[in-house]
């Protein structure tokens, strides 16, 4: 069980977490999506699950203005 530095630590994260505005979600995933995330990360592609998972929703949900020269 983690101790109460470690508890008060994981506080004072989520609290910065919410202050700028992220919310915390916990979904289930299927099998090989989890598989597949942890092969990102273990082969260096993200550095976290958190990171690979953050990049996956904003290509899906978060529409970017296109790249145009003029």
């Given at each position: 069980?983690?101790?109460?530095?470690?508890?008060?630590?994981?506080?004072?994260?989520?609290?910065?977490?919410?202050?700028?505005?992220?919310?915390?979600t916990?979904?289930?995933?299927?099998?090989?999506?989890?598989?597949?995330?942890?092969?990102?990360?273990?082969?260096?592609?993200?550095?976290?699950?958190?990171?690979?998972?953050?990049?996956?929703?904003?290509?899906?949900?978060?529409?970017?203005?296109?790249?145009?020269?003029?």
């Amino acid at each position: 069980m983690a101790d109460a530095a470690s508890r008060k630590r994981a506080q004072r994260l989520r609290q910065t977490r919410r202050e700028r505005g992220d919310r915390e979600t916990n979904v289930w995933l299927p099998r090989e999506i989890g598989n597949a995330i942890d092969q990102a990360v273990e082969s260096g592609r993200y550095p976290s699950r958190q990171v690979a998972i953050t990049h996956a929703l904003e290509a899906a949900f978060v529409q970017k203005e296109p790249n145009t020269v003029t």
